[in-house]
């Protein structure tokens, strides 16, 4: 199994452009989540969704768009980029069980938006 | 608003000897769970205490939950230099395991010889 998996790794935009955030899973699960960490201040929910055609804003939604068409694929969109959206990204999954909702995150995306 | 504080947020401390994380919450919860990261890898699980009293334990950390202090602490015996890693608490903004995990700063640990 690959887990969760994320693309890019790296990239830099130029503010105002536009990108996509690539996110899948393959362990059929349900929850998926996109979490931004920024040096010091730990992780910060961006979306997340509790399964396919459901989505939610988290705490720090605002130049973010995401959608959830399969189970398996969670992308996160960047419209109009700024500096304040460099960061490193990280998708995660889980599934609720026995009362555990245990995150796997993918590797991580780091945007640098100049 | 749920608040999830641990400290130190920075700790350096020497091989062999012992020290606890603090994670302190703001919320009724009866479920935590610790992360580590290394440098610019990923999270990766490492405990998950899903009731008051539930402590667990693996090689030279020990994690632990009072849900009615709201409090849990990661306890680190003899460390080593593999240790080294930023270790984060997460709690369930309200009481269920459906609500997304909000995560504290995170506690930089480094181990050195």
């Known amino acids: 199994n690959a887990g969760v998996t994320q693309t890019p790794k790296f990239r830099i935009l130029k503010i105002g452009q536009s990108m996509t955030l690539q996110c899948t899973q393959d362990?059929?699960?349900?929850?998926m989540y996109w979490y931004r960490q920024d040096p010091g201040m730990g992780l910060k929910l961006i979306y997340y969704s509790v399964g396919a055609g459901i989505t939610d804003k988290g705490e720090v939604p605002n130049g973010y768009n995401v959608s959830r068409s399969t189970t398996e694929d969670f992308p996160l969109r960047l419209e109009l980029a700024a500096p304040s959206q460099t960061s490193v990204y990280f998708c995660a999954s889980s599934i609720v069980n026995s009362g555990a909702n245990v995150l796997t995150f993918g590797a991580g995306s780091r945007l640098t938006v100049l | 608003e749920l608040k999830v504080e641990q400290n130190p947020l920075f700790l350096s401390m020497q091989e062999g000897k012992n020290y606890t994380i603090y994670c302190n919450y703001s919320?009724?919860?009866?479920?935590l769970y610790w992360y580590r990261q290394d440098p610019g890898k990923s999270l990766e699980s490492l405990f998950v205490l899903l009731s008051n009293g539930a402590v667990k334990q693996e090689g030279r950390l020990m994690a632990s939950l009072d849900t009615k202090a709201r409090l849990s602490t990661l306890h680190i015996t003899a460390a080593v230099h593999d240790l080294s890693a930023t270790y984060f608490c997460a709690v369930h903004p309200r009481n269920s395991g459906n609500t997304p995990l909000v995560f504290g700063k995170g506690t930089r640990l480094s181990v050195i010889a």
């Open positions: 919320t009724t919860s009866d479920r």
């Open positions: 362990m059929n699960h349900n929850y």
